[in-house]
């Protein structure tokens, strides 16, 4: 069964910096495409961020420029550097994972921005 776990979210002040990381285990096979998404309170998820196998990525405007996905193949781990944050980047941070078998969400982690 395919498991994904995020981790790195905390608390930072404006205009600091977090890296998270998620893992997709459970299988052999590599993941498709890997995103990630926030949601904040009373509003909905928003998607912010896509990289497919071969390395190609997609920002959503609120983030471009700030922040940066990668992935680690081998590992089917993604990760979301994020730069300047703002008070507004405050959310539970999802990572969504998308094999041919199926497509996964984890638990989320918390990222708050203090001003």
């Known amino acids: 069964q395919v498991k994904v776990v995020e981790s790195g979210g905390g608390l930072v002040q404006a205009g600091g910096s977090l890296r998270l990381s998620c893992v997709a285990s459970?299988?052999?096979?590599?993941?498709?495409?890997m995103a990630w998404y926030r949601q904040a309170p009373g509003k909905q998820r928003e998607w912010l961020a896509t990289v497919t196998s071969g390395g190609m990525t997609n920002y959503g405007d609120s983030v471009k420029g700030r922040f940066t996905i990668s992935r680690d193949n081998a590992k089917n781990t993604v990760y979301l550097q994020m730069d300047s944050l703002k008070p507004e980047d405050t959310g539970v941070y999802y990572c969504n994972v998308i094999f041919f078998i199926g497509d996964y969400w984890g638990q989320g982690t918390q990222v708050t921005v203090s001003s």
């Open positions: 459970g299988t052999v096979f590599s993941a498709n495409v």
